[in-house]
């Protein structure tokens, strides 16, 4: 099976940068996806890194390193919108597009 | 963009009914549903994966004549619970992968969520 694991709480302050870690433990790893979750609503998709290094997409950014079997999800510029949880995912082969998901982390942004 | 519709978003109902729920992509094909469970604060918990025309693969621990899964079209997939009851209470989301031109992969599309109350 496969195991992830995140710090379940984190809070920083509005235009500060917060880094999100994610640790997993899983056989025929292909690929790390990072998803957001706002109170009540639906996950909605931010990042997919089956390579190593970073990835950038505006204020967000997430790294994977498939050797060390991490990977993060980094958000500059914080707002009060992002205040949200964020869930890290691994998807291994053979098993489609299926994803395991990590216990996710409760992001608060304060003034 | 990949938009997958979801309803009811909430239902409450009497314990020993039955609840269905729909689980629509929009503007693609979805060649595979995925139906999660969700407690408040807690992670999402895979329940089954269905292929479009074919049974539906249930998780460990996941009672498949308790909660019923439908993926008739490529476009439609029911997760129907039934004799609900008071335990069952909870928040059910389902996603959806697929094919097509302007669909990006490796990624999951998700449903807004039902939020479901069994008194």
């Given at each position: 099976g496969?195991?992830?694991?995140?710090?379940?709480?984190?809070?920083?302050?509005?235009?500060?940068?917060?880094?999100?870690?994610?640790?997993?433990?899983?056989?025929?790893?292909?690929?790390?996806?990072?998803?957001?979750?706002?109170d009540?609503?639906?996950?909605?998709?931010?990042?997919y890194?089956?390579?190593d290094?970073?990835?950038?997409?505006?204020?967000?950014?997430?790294f994977?390193?498939?050797?060390?079997?991490?990977?993060?999800l980094?958000?500059?510029?914080?707002?009060m919108?992002?205040?949200?949880?964020?869930?890290?995912?691994?998807?291994?082969?053979?098993?489609?597009?299926?994803?395991?998901?990590?216990?996710?982390?409760r992001?608060?942004?304060?003034? | 963009?990949?938009?997958?519709?979801?309803?009811?978003?909430?239902?409450i109902?009497?314990?020993?009914?039955?609840?269905?729920?729909?689980?629509?992509?929009?503007?693609?094909?979805?060649?595979?549903?995925?139906w999660?469970?969700?407690?408040?604060?807690q992670?999402?918990?895979?329940?089954?994966?269905?292929?479009?025309?074919?049974?539906?693969?249930?998780?460990?621990?996941?009672?498949?004549?308790k909660?019923l899964?439908?993926?008739?079209?490529?476009?439609?997939?029911?997760?129907?619970?039934?004799?609900?009851?008071?335990?069952?209470?909870?928040?059910?989301?389902?996603?959806?992968?697929g094919?097509?031109?302007?669909?990006?992969?490796?990624?999951?599309?998700?449903?807004?969520?039902?939020?479901?109350?069994?008194?």
């Amino acid at each position: 099976g496969q195991s992830l694991e995140q710090p379940s709480e984190v809070t920083a302050v509005e235009g500060a940068i917060v880094q999100i870690n994610c640790t997993y433990q899983t056989s025929g790893f292909y690929g790390l996806s990072w998803y957001q979750q706002h109170d009540g609503g639906a996950p909605t998709f931010l990042s997919y890194n089956a390579l190593d290094g970073l990835e950038e997409t505006g204020r967000f950014s997430s790294f994977l390193s498939r050797s060390d079997s991490y990977g993060y999800l980094l958000l500059q510029e914080l707002q009060m919108k992002d205040s949200a949880s964020y869930f890290c995912a691994v998807r291994v082969y053979n098993a489609g597009n299926m994803l395991t998901f990590g216990g996710g982390t409760r992001l608060m942004v304060k003034p | 963009g990949a938009v997958v519709s979801q309803h009811p978003s909430w239902v409450i109902c009497k314990s020993g009914t039955s609840v269905k729920i729909e689980c629509r992509s929009l503007d693609f094909q979805a060649t595979t549903m995925f139906w999660y469970r969700q407690f408040p604060k807690q992670s999402l918990m895979l329940m089954a994966t269905s292929n479009e025309g074919s049974k539906a693969t249930y998780e460990q621990g996941v009672e498949k004549d308790k909660f019923l899964i439908n993926h008739a079209s490529l476009t439609l997939s029911t997760l129907t619970v039934t004799s609900a009851h008071p335990e069952d209470s909870s928040f059910y989301i389902c996603s959806a992968s697929g094919t097509g031109s302007t669909l990006a992969k490796n990624i999951q599309y998700f449903g807004a969520g039902t939020r479901l109350s069994v008194l």
